[in-house]
């Protein structure tokens, strides 16, 4: 059965960094749009990165210049590097992977959610 598995979340400090995974089985994610998303207590949940199949980015504005979304077709994985990590960053994160190959999918994807298959998270805490 497919599964998408999220590692890397922890607690930091204000400024610090984590690379979060997302990894597949039964699945090849260069075929799909992945996207990462966030959920605070109390709050909604945000899209913050989406990476498509031929590798078009994009960032939930509060996530510009500080976190980088990439693949690496090799090992099956799609990373989230987060740095200049900020207390409002805490949340729990998980990863969406949607069979799209539409080039402009992602704006769809960060507002919506993926119709298809999701992770069960990882939390990250940034606090001192």
């Known amino acids: 059965q497919l599964q998408l598995v999220e590692s890397g979340g922890g607690l930091v400090p204000p400024g610090g960094s984590l690379r979060l995974s997302c990894a597949a089985s039964?699945?090849?994610?260069?075929?799909?749009?992945v996207g990462w998303f966030r959920q605070a207590p109390g709050k909604e949940r945000e899209g913050v990165s989406c990476i498509t199949s031929t590798d078009s980015t994009e960032y939930v504005d509060s996530a510009k210049g500080r976190f980088t979304i990439s693949r690496d077709s090799s090992k099956n994985v799609v990373y989230l590097q987060m740095n200049s990590l900020k207390p409002e960053d805490t949340a729990f994160y998980y990863c969406g992977a949607e069979l799209n190959p539409l080039p402009a999918i992602c704006a769809v994807v960060l507002n919506e959610g993926v119709s298809g298959y999701w992770g069960q998270g990882t939390q990250v805490t940034v606090s001192s």
């Open positions: 039964e699945l090849v994610l260069d075929h799909y749009v």
